[in-house]
């Protein structure tokens, strides 16, 4: 009996200290893992995070990245305001004192080369030295890296149209005939200057105002898209589902 209430005894001690070392086993579990989830649990919720256009990458890197990001979201102010104030004085130049540009050029060219040709021939006679003029050149790089990306831009212009075009999505097609219909009535209304000086203008201040209310904008825009697609969906369950599909097969039988 003696030898039985010890053994119960014994047991009773390991039970107890197995006990204790599961719990905290399993309490250092819990924190071990508290940070992941918590991490992961971050990573599902700024996934769900609704951004314009499907985007997933920042703004900046969305705009090319580099120096021509930081001049549309104006990360380099000096330079931001000094193109958008050549831009502005161009469009004023041309759209509001109705220079021509041929007209522009030359009276510039005349202006310069008659300062330079009197200061150099009067140099002689007021004991001053000659203008040092200085050899400009234009840098390749800049000029194809330029190119380059507008050579993206325009593939991928392509690309989009020719898959518009194949009609793969009806939303899509839709969304660019729109567009275009939008832009035919701006150009009745605008001269091709103003027109591409209000875009040049819109790069300069649509990104940036943006980036400073992205969140705002973003959750408008998610509104809006759910809207369009309830809209979008009952002119499709009334109209565009009851239009006939010929099958191809029919047609090569045919």
Not at 35 to 43: L, Q
């Amino acid at each position: 009996m003696a030898e039985h209430g010890e053994e119960s005894l014994l047991e009773k001690i390991t039970e107890h200290f197995h006990g204790s070392d599961s719990s905290s086993s399993d309490s250092g579990d819990e924190r071990s893992s508290g940070p992941s989830a918590v991490a992961a649990a971050a990573e599902a919720a700024s996934a769900k995070i609704y951004r314009l256009f499907g985007r997933e990458k920042p703004l900046h890197t969305v705009l090319g990245g580099g120096k021509p990001a930081d001049v549309f979201l104006w990360r380099n102010r000096k330079i931001s305001a000094s193109t958008l104030g050549a831009a502005t004085a161009i469009w004023v130049l041309f759209e509001l004192l109705e220079y021509h540009l041929l007209t522009l050029v030359g009276h510039v060219f005349i202006l310069s080369l008659a300062i330079v040709f009197l200061w150099s021939n009067a140099s002689t006679f007021i004991s001053k030295s000659r203008p040092n003029i200085p050899e400009i050149s234009i840098p390749e790089d800049p000029v194809v890296s330029v190119a380059l990306s507008l050579g993206h831009q325009l593939n991928w212009l392509l690309a989009s149209l020719r898959e518009v075009a194949l009609g793969r999505d009806l939303k899509k097609f839709l969304i660019v005939i729109g567009g275009l219909w939008l832009v035919s009535i701006i150009g009745n209304c605008v001269n091709f200057l103003t027109l591409f000086y209000t875009v040049f203008v819109a790069l300069y201040t649509v990104p940036v105002l943006y980036e400073k209310y992205e969140d705002k904008i973003d959750a408008f825009a998610e509104k809006a898209d759910a809207g369009f697609k309830k809209h979008y969906a009952v002119v499709h369950a009334k109209y565009l589902s009851k239009i006939p599909k010929v099958p191809l097969k029919d047609k090569k039988h045919q």
